[in-house]
């Protein structure tokens, strides 16, 4: 089959790799009928953790609307045929950690995640016409005719990690509230805010064509470059600080940022993904305003999964809002380094398989 496999910083090759087959009596094997590629992966796609890839093996994606070809023999909730989708992470439902609610921590999978290279897993990604899917009964889902595939993509990992921050979040409808980073799924988080807040969450980045859409999307930009951004909050806040913060930028930079503009009490509900292990966030700042640190940036999305599908059967948010780009399988690598390199323009992409 045809994946898009991962060779090296910035170096992504659309080649021919050998099917995925029933390994376990538990997998599904699912043709891909459209993927995407996750801000999460820039990580690998940048170089950042080269430790945890493998270099002309690891094959990228975790996000998916596919239909069954192949089920295993011990497989009970689906069939050939079905059209489906799977949180980005491996869930078999039934361990300590999944009844927790700790889904992307299932000890079963060992947090295998879908195409993020061999620290979590091994496993193959979304980018790929085929997909192996361990324990499918646990965590694969079907997906209602409602549910088209442009939509349903946003359900693996986008959504139900927009949908999490935001209800840690707990705003209501008096709150003054900031959304940091304006990628996807900042822009997600910040239409479902939007719908709970009176006033336009404060939208803080620093590439201007995510502010703008921002804007368009119900947010007030903040450009972090150009704006004295302690000033900014202060005067919207009567000088007290935001109620609560989502944060979506997954940088320490941008954590900090988010401990800065909040009130003393305030929310931080992280949702990005912090790889960074050395990064010195200051003690003192959080602690000196008590405030609540609220982080599922590691997204127990199987858990969101119910959220996010009411969010979009509802029509509280259409989340291909955010798509700026539909390619191929093979044009993935060029849209890579655009998506990277934040062009003018480019949010997110929808991959045809
Ligand atoms: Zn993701
Ligand atoms: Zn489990």
């Known amino acids: 089959m045809r994946a898009v496999v991962y060779h090296g910083p910035h170096d992504l090759r659309v080649e021919e790799v050998p099917d995925p087959a029933i390994e376990d009596p538990r997998d599904v094997i699912v043709r891909t009928r459209t ?162 807040v009176d006033e336009p969450p404060l939208v803080f980045d620093s590439v201007r064509h995510r502010l703008d859409r921002a804007a368009e999307l119900g947010g007030r930009p903040v450009d972090v470059a150009e704006e004295d951004v302690a000033a900014v909050v202060e005067a919207a806040t009567d000088g007290l600080g935001l109620d609560a913060v989502v944060e979506f930028a997954g940088r320490g930079a941008a954590f900090d940022l988010a401990l800065s503009i909040l009130r003393p009490g305030g929310v931080l509900a992280g949702g990005g993904v912090y790889l960074e292990q050395d990064h010195p966030t200051s003690l003192f700042a959080a602690y000196f305003n008590n405030l609540q640190l609220r982080l599922n940036g590691f997204a127990n999305a199987a858990m969101g999964f119910d959220a996010a599908l009411a969010a979009v059967e509802s029509g509280r948010i259409d989340p291909t809002t955010v798509i700026s780009h539909r390619v191929s399988l093979e044009e993935v690598p060029a849209a890579a380094e655009a998506f990277s390199r934040r062009e003018p323009g480019f949010h997110k992409m929808l991959i045809e398989v």
């Open 35 to 196: 993927a995407s590629m996750c801000g999460s992966d820039l990580y690998l796609y940048q170089g950042e953790v080269e430790e945890m890839v493998a270099p002309g093996r690891t094959t990228l994606g975790h996000e998916i609307a596919a239909e069954v070809v192949e089920v295993g023999p011990e497989v009970t909730g689906f069939a050939v045929g079905d059209r489906v989708t799977f949180p980005y992470s491996v869930s078999c439902g039934e361990c300590p950690t999944c009844r927790l609610g700790q889904t992307a921590h299932c000890l079963t999978s060992g947090k295998a995640i879908y195409g993020y290279g061999v620290a979590f897993g091994d496993l193959g990604g979304s980018q790929a016409e085929y997909v192996r899917v361990p324990l499918a009964d646990g965590h694969l889902r079907h997906l209602p005719d409602s549910v088209d595939d442009a939509t349903a993509v946003f359900l693996s990992c986008n959504l139900p990690a927009a949908t999490i921050a935001v209800e840690a979040a707990a705003a209501t409808p008096g709150d003054r509230v900031g959304v940091v980073g304006a990628g996807p799924t900042g822009l997600l988080a910040l239409q479902l805010l939007a719908d709970v």
